[in-house]
């Protein structure tokens, strides 16, 4: 069974950066992306990024492209989301999660399968 576990969340300044991590354990051979939806406070889950499990292939959601950057290392089995030039709008609990591209690409979590426990993220002065 997939099992995620993020970590990396915390507080910072706007312009400021944050490196999320998830830690994928078991099997991902009938999954086809892993990556991060958030929800911001009030808001509706919004799909942020994913990496395509066979061949790398990233998305992005418009309002990230060109601040967030998503990577993998197969080695330590985890998938990383570096966020720079956060604006305060970007604070949000950040899931990790894993499922069908679609879920990204038609920004619906129903095509999602498996779901991290989440972790916070805060930008404030």
């Known amino acids: 069974q997939l099992q995620l576990v993020e970590s990396g969340g915390g507080l910072v300044q706007p312009g400021g950066s944050l490196k999320l991590s998830c830690v994928v354990s078991?099997?991902?051979?009938?999954?086809?992306?892993i990556g991060w939806y958030r929800r911001v406070p009030g808001k509706d889950l919004e799909a942020v990024s994913c990496?395509?499990?066979?061949?790398?292939?990233?998305y992005y959601a418009d309002s990230m492209k060109g601040r967030f950057t998503i990577s993998r290392d197969k080695a330590k089995n985890t998938v990383y989301l570096q966020m720079n030039s956060l604006q305060l709008e970007d604070t949000a609990t950040y899931y990790c999660?894993?499922?069908?591209?679609?879920?990204?690409?038609?920004?619906?979590?129903?095509?999602?399968?498996?779901w991290g426990q989440g972790t916070l993220a805060t930008v404030s002065t």
């Open positions: 990496i395509h499990t066979k061949d790398g292939t990233t």
């Open positions: 078991g099997f991902t051979l009938n999954i086809g992306a």
């Open positions: 999660v894993a499922g069908n591209p679609a879920a990204w690409y038609e920004n619906e979590p129903r095509y999602l399968e498996v």
